[in-house]
């Protein structure tokens, strides 16, 4: 024991300690569990669109396109958006055209702005070219499997689903940064998914994959209905349940791939996530802090003086911290690896921290101010 605390103190020290380390025991329990499959197929697969907005060139583009060409399903369309013509990725577009002669591959070139959110918008000027009534919504650096669209539509043939979403692992490019980029999300988001899934919860929906019927997506006003809002994916999962219909949780789990170039971009894109979650699940974010596990636990171990129970409950949440990097990591990961955990879940925490003091983020090219509704604008916007 470093000093005597009083008495209430090393109680709240104990208590928060402990609820860092229950919670590390939960998601431990939660990432060991098997995702179930979806309980039958349909006798007949609906024609499916996928529609994959689009900007600029990264490292694994072309290969997270190319997975989304190579799908083992009977009829599907891909349409691909992108503003500008002077976007490099249309020439990667051109490329998948050539490779995949007898697919459906088509490409929307539209400039039109419809809010805030450029995604959003894109989606808006694509939607024209969506032939098929049950759609596929995917961000540009999600990579899957062949099977991956057989088993996301399958639940939309329930009439009383809404929304299928999947969860997704970073893979790191090489480098410190996009290390703890993936860290963040294997490690902090994968595992809140899980626990909430486990739990009975589905107020989620995210960008890796969001498949709805048309006839969902035109009841909650299209597209149009969140072009203001940041968190696009999270909303369209909020509409269709404000309107009776359930999230779906696929058992797929998809990549997605991290490159950070330095720590500023790191910064910028944590973030984001961070004061997103925040506009649209105020109370939830609030109580997250115990998602943050091992410097959780030791915040609690230092307030209350280093008390014996402290201590102990600060033992219990390194070491399933330890087994849960376990769990998730590849075969074979360097020892550096590893010896970077703490200073990606401090970077973490404090970014968690950091996420109250303002309203602003970044997203590629745009500083963007957040209001409580989750809606965004441009600060170009707000200046003229």
């Known amino acids: 024991m470093i000093g005597a605390a009083p008495a209430w103190l090393a109680i709240c020290g104990a208590g928060i300690a402990a609820a860092a380390a229950l919670y590390l025991v939960v998601a431990l329990l939660a990432m060991l569990r098997k995702a179930q499959p979806w309980p039958y197929a349909p006798p007949e697969w609906p024609a499916v669109t996928v529609l994959k907005p689009l900007f600029g060139v990264e490292a694994e583009t072309y290969a997270c396109l190319r997975s989304f060409c190579d ?19 249309i020439a990667l577009v051109r490329r998948l055209q050539q490779e ?20 959003v918008g894109n989606l808006i000027n694509m939607m024209a070219a969506a032939r098929h009534d049950h759609l596929v919504i995917a961000d540009s650096d999600i990579r899957v499997e062949p099977g991956y669209l057989a088993k996301v539509v399958a639940p939309l043939l329930d009439p009383g689903v809404g929304v299928v979403t999947c969860a997704y692992r970073g893979y790191p490019r090489p480098g410190l940064w996009s290390l703890l980029g993936s860290q963040f999300i294997n490690e902090w988001f994968l595992p809140s998914v899980r626990v909430a899934a486990w739990m009975g919860s589905r107020e ?11 006839g969902a997506l035109e009841d909650i006003g299209g597209f149009a209905a969140i072009a203001d809002q940041l968190a696009d ?41 961070l004061r997103t979650i925040r506009a649209v699940r105020p109370a939830g974010y609030v109580l997250s802090f115990v998602t943050f596990g091992v410097p959780v636990a030791a915040f ?66 745009d500083r963007y101010l957040l209001t409580r509704s989750g809606s965004v604008r441009r600060y170009e916007d707000l200046t003229r």
């Not at 083992?72 to 990725?89: K, L, M, S, T």
């Not at 995949?100 to 995604?119: A, C, I, M, Q, T």
């Not at 989620?204 to 048309?214: D, E, K, L, Y």
């Not at 997605?256 to 790191?266: C, G, I, K, P, S």
């Open 100 to 119: 995949f002669p007898e697919s459906d591959l088509d490409l929307v070139v539209d400039g039109r702005l419809h809010g805030s959110n450029r995604k």
């Open 204 to 214: 989620f929906a995210f960008g890796a994959t969001i498949a709805m019927r048309r």
């Open 233 to 273: 994916d999270y909303q369209l999962g909020e509409l269709t349940r404000r309107n009776g219909l359930r999230t779906v949780l696929s058992e797929v789990e998809v990549e997605t791939a991290v490159d950070e170039e330095n720590f500023t971009a790191l910064v910028r894109h944590e973030l984001r996530w």
């Open 71 to 89: 799908q083992a399903y009977p009829q599907f369309q891909i349409v691909f958006g992108v503003r500008a013509e002077d976007d490099p990725v």
């Open 300 to 365: 609690g171990g230092v307030i209350g003086a280093a008390a014996a129970p402290a201590v102990a409950m600060f033992a219990v949440a390194a070491v399933a911290r330890l087994v849960l990097h376990w769990r998730v990591a590849k075969a074979g990961e360097p020892l550096w690896h590893w010896l970077a955990l703490p200073l990606g879940d401090m970077l973490g925490f404090t970014l968690w921290c950091w996420g109250f003091a303002a309203r602003n983020v970044r997203w590629r090219q």
